[in-house]
């Protein structure tokens, strides 16, 4: 699968961050340091809700049990092996795609 459009880099920007749906997949969009970066939006360790979590730098942290993921890889930073997905990301005339597959 290819890249699918998903949002305008204005409702990412609005906020920092936004939650869409694809496929049935919660991911959040965040903007950080003049780009786009997607990951999965569902904690991998009790289901927290991500897209609700701190974010300090490129860091965010889960709202529920404070596991804290780095936004540009999706890597656990204080749990290794809780990992969340990441998607690659693109903008082309202010639309943002991510990647699929």
Do not use: Q
Not at 7 to 18: I, P, Q, Y
Not at 33 to 40: D, L, W
Not at 52 to 70: K, Q, T
């Amino acid at each position: 699968m290819g890249f699918v459009r998903v949002a305008s880099l204005d409702e990412v920007k609005k906020d920092g961050r936004k939650l869409i749906v694809v496929n049935n997949e919660k991911i959040v969009l965040f903007f950080l340091e003049g780009n786009v970066y997607a990951i999965n939006a569902v904690c991998p360790h009790k289901g927290g809700p991500l897209e609700e979590g701190y974010i300090s730098d490129e860091e965010l942290v889960c709202p529920w049990h404070a596991f804290m993921y780095n936004i540009k890889t999706g890597e656990c930073l204080n749990h290794p092996g809780f990992s969340v997905r990441t998607y690659n990301t693109k903008v082309e005339d202010e639309k943002v795609f991510i990647k699929l597959g």
